[in-house]
């Protein structure tokens, strides 16, 4: 890994960050006349802390990380458009990407005019790390890997992962969206070992949160500033932080969650294979499946006009004829395949 100063654009790393009335008090006072906030409404008439403390100190307890190292955003697309503006010169760097997989990654780079170069997963949505770091040169600042990914649903072996640490020359981001139902463990372990390192996790998945548009990134203390040098003041509102601290309270019943939908992935996965619509399903470690059909388009319209929305991935990247499922409660996979069953394609 080159050095940060390095990798951080120069204006970005000179940047004085806007400092708001919460940032520049510490301690407990019972009259606030520093932020010209309406003193009516309490508590929505407060700013929300700026920091997010309260809901970093339990995450970091769970997660058993470093305070410090924990950036909360709007969702994980935030902390991905952060990396772009923090790392990457427009019309000048580049990132490098898997395809398929998520598709923030490319937008966010289309947006703040960085080239994307992707590599082509093999038939099995495997990468080589060699053909990966083959693209890479003096202006590649980021490598985005989902693991699981996203839409094929495996996960990537440390091995591979751990040969993109220790030879790209940037910011290695490992999304682990889905990883609360993989059997792999999540790199949080690994931050100490790899400063280029950046895990990226979300309350919209497991936590069952998509709603409140929470996303975690974990990552070296100097990288977490950077984040927080050129975030919005108040990008977390109070009302999401109230409910993540609710949330995160409620660790257990999320554990049953995870487990339940586990279990309906199993039972949905040996359900699918017995229709003759559906030839093929990809191994998943997340909460859907990605099902080759014998006509993708004709099928998703058929669900639609059944009242059951899939998405369809016939034009992604090796998902030609392929639904991707996501796991539903017991009574929605059943409806999912009476529906499929009565299919005429």
């Known amino acids: 890994m080159k050095e940060l100063e390095e990798l951080v654009r120069p204006n970005i790393w000179k940047l004085k960050p806007y400092s708001s009335a919460r940032d520049e008090f510490k301690g407990e006072a019972s009259v606030f006349l520093d932020a010209n906030e309406n003193p009516y409404n309490t508590p929505y008439n407060r700013y929300p802390d700026p920091m997010q403390w309260q809901v970093k100190k339990k995450i970091a307890t769970l997660k058993d990380v470093d305070i410090k190292s924990i950036f909360l955003g709007v969702g994980s697309d935030e902390p991905i458009d952060l990396l772009y503006r923090a790392f990457c010169e427009p019309g000048t760097d580049n990132v490098i990407a898997i395809d398929p997989t998520y598709g ?3 937008v966010c780079a289309d947006i703040n005019n960085v080239e994307y170069r992707s590599v082509q997963l093999n038939d099995n949505f495997d990468f080589e790390p060699d053909k990966l ?9 980021l490598l985005f890997l989902c693991s699981p990914n996203n839409p094929s649903g495996n996960s990537f072996s440390f091995e591979k992962i751990r040969d993109i640490l220790n030879y790209f020359p940037g910011i290695v ?7 609360d139902f993989s059997t792999r463990p999540s790199l949080l372990k690994k931050l100490d070992q790899y400063p280029n390192l950046v895990v990226l996790q979300t309350f919209s998945k497991a936590w069952g949160s998509a709603g409140i548009r929470l996303g975690m990134a974990f990552a070296s203390k100097e990288i977490i500033q950077i984040f927080n040098k050129i975030k919005y003041p108040y990008n977390i509102n109070r009302l999401t932080q109230e409910h993540a601290l609710e949330l995160l309270d409620r660790n257990d019943e999320i554990q049953t969650w995870i487990k339940e939908l586990i279990a309906e992935r199993e039972k949905l996965q040996k359900a699918l294979y017995e229709l003759p619509v559906i030839s093929h399903i990809y191994p998943s470690d997340a909460n859907f499946l990605l099902a080759k059909t014998n006509n993708a388009q004709a099928l ?13 991935r016939n ?15 017991p009574d929605e996979n059943r ?11």
């Open 173 to 179: 981001i490992v999304d682990e969206a889905y990883i």
């Open 315 to 329: 034009k992604i990247t090796l998902c030609e004829n392929c639904l991707r499922i996501t796991i539903g409660t």
């Open 104 to 106: 923030m990654y490319k």
């Open 300 to 312: 998703y319209d058929y669900l639609v006009t059944q009242g059951i929305i899939v998405r369809n």
């Open 133 to 141: 770091l083959a693209k890479a040169d003096s202006n590649s600042k």
């Open 335 to 345: 409806e999912l395949i009476d529906a499929l069953k009565k299919a005429e394609l």
